[in-house]
Every structure is written in C-alpha cells, then in structure tokens.
Nanobody
Framework: QVELVESGGGLVQAGGSLRLSCAASGRTFSSYAMGWFRQAPGKEREFVAAKSWSGGRIYYADSEKGRFTISRHNAKNTVYLQMNSLKPDDTAVYYC????????????????WGQGIQVTVSS
C-alpha cells in the first residue's frame, strides 16, 4: 500500500511563495513518475506539474510554467512543488499523486493520491 501525505500549504499574500511537500511511503517511490494536481471550489481537478522517476522529463501546465517548480528527492521519498509569484487564482486544494505508468498530465494516469492540502492566496 502506498500512502502520500502533503504538507506546506497555508495562507499567503499574492506575490508570495509556498513550497509543498509530499512524503510517500513504500520502497518503490523512485520507480514512478509523480505529479501535482489542484482543485478549486466549483471546478474540476486540474493538472499542475509532473516529473518522471528519473527526473529527466517534466511537464507543467501552461498557467504555472515559470512560476512553479516540481522537484523530487528519491532518497527521501519526497516530491516538492515550489510555488512563486502566487496569484489568488492559485487558491485550491493541492494533491500529489503517483503515476501508474508513463508520465502524463491526465488524472486517470495516477493511481495513488494524497488527501490534499489547502493553499489560499489572498489579494
């Protein structure tokens, strides 16, 4: 069984930064691509960023490109999302997830999800 636990969320002013962490249980973390998604109230869950198991390939949503950075530390079984220049539109519950196959932007390509963590950006 794989467990993913997010941390680092909270309230920040527009223009500020936050770093989310996602700690994964299980010994095979380094073999899987990992991703971040978010869901704002009344909206569908949307892709944010994903990184391959080796770190050689990275995907970002267009709206986050240049502001967000995904990274991973395989020895610590942790994936991070550094979020800079935050906007009120970034307010959402953020989820980390483990891919069940190839690196993808599609939520259906992920089989384990964290419980989510709230990020609120005030204007």
């Amino acid at each position: 069984q794989v467990e993913l636990v997010e941390s680092g969320g909270g309230l920040v002013q527009a223009g500020g930064s936050l770093r989310l962490s996602c700690a994964a249980s299980g010994r095979t973390f380094s073999s899987y691509a990992m991703g971040w998604f978010r869901q704002a109230p009344g909206k569908e869950r949307e892709f944010v960023a994903a990184k391959s198991w080796s770190g050689g390939r990275i995907y970002y949503a267009d709206s986050e490109k240049g502001r967000f950075t995904i990274s991973r530390h395989n020895a610590k079984n942790t994936v991070y999302l550094q979020m800079n220049s935050l906007k009120p539109d970034d307010t959402a519950v953020y989820y980390c997830a483990r891919a069940n196959g190839i690196l993808t932007r599609e939520a259906g390509g992920y089989d384990y999800w964290g419980q989510g963590i709230q990020v609120t950006v005030s204007s």
